[in-house]
């Protein structure tokens, strides 16, 4: 699975639970955060002040070496 600026918070921590970790090491706690049912990936980064490549590269890398 390719992880896109597209794909929402909530597909995302669906598809890849292990994700939720990695980003609450980045300031972001999408478990208790309503907007992760609407918010993209791209908004998401945004809204926390971070570098949407650096937050997609690091989501791959997870979803890389996660896959069985």
């Known amino acids: 699975m390719y ?3 597209l794909m929402t918070m909530a597909q995302l921590l669906r598809e890849l639970p292990a994700a ?5 090491e ?4 999408c478990s208790v ?9 791209e908004i998401a980064a945004y ?10 590269a690091a ?5 890389e070496h996660s896959s069985p």
């Open 26 to 29: 980045m300031g972001m706690d």
């Open 20 to 24: 939720l970790p990695l980003l609450q």
């Open 3 to 5: 992880i896109s600026r």
């Open 59 to 63: 989501l791959n890398d997870l979803e």
């Open 47 to 56: 809204r926390h002040g971070l570098d949407l490549e650096e937050v997609l």
């Open 33 to 41: 955060c309503l907007s992760k049912i609407v918010d993209t990936i």
